[in-house]
């Protein structure tokens, strides 16, 4: 499955961004799908996932800020109120179940990932 993601680039604090994913195959629309994020000198952290039939998981550092929505096998991430912290990579994916999982090890495929900077 080829995962290709879009919508990041340059913004201030405050400001908001949509990322979207889509993937190449139509079987994902079956898997829970997930952002993760990894900043410079960081580890790659969970962002947000949904399942199958749309049930919802987020990081507590995004709840209240970021929603994440699907159609079929496309996934965004609406990010409002974007903070620096919020500076990194981000990766959608693929989970190899139908539901939303926070656990890395629980995503099969990967996106190339796409840059979002915030500034102060």
């Known amino acids: 499955v080829q995962l290709q993601a879009s919508g990041g680039g340059l913004v201030q604090a405050g400001g908001s961004l949509r990322l979207s994913c889509a993937a190449q195959?139509?079987?994902?629309?079956?898997?829970?799908m997930g952002w993760f994020r990894q900043a410079l000198g960081k580890e790659r952290e969970f962002v947000a996932s949904i399942g199958w039939k749309s049930a919802t998981v987020y990081a507590d550092s995004v709840k209240g800020r970021f929603a994440i929505s699907r159609d079929m096998s496309t996934v965004y991430l609406q990010m409002n109120s974007l903070q620096p912290d919020d500076t990194a990579v981000y990766y959608c994916?693929?989970?190899?179940?139908?539901?939303?999982?926070?656990?890395?090890?629980?995503?099969?495929?990967w996106g190339q990932g796409t840059q979002v900077t915030v500034s102060s």
């Open positions: 195959r139509r079987t994902s629309s079956n898997n829970g």
């Open positions: 994916a693929v989970a190899r179940s139908s539901s939303a999982t926070s656990r890395s090890s629980e995503y099969t495929y």
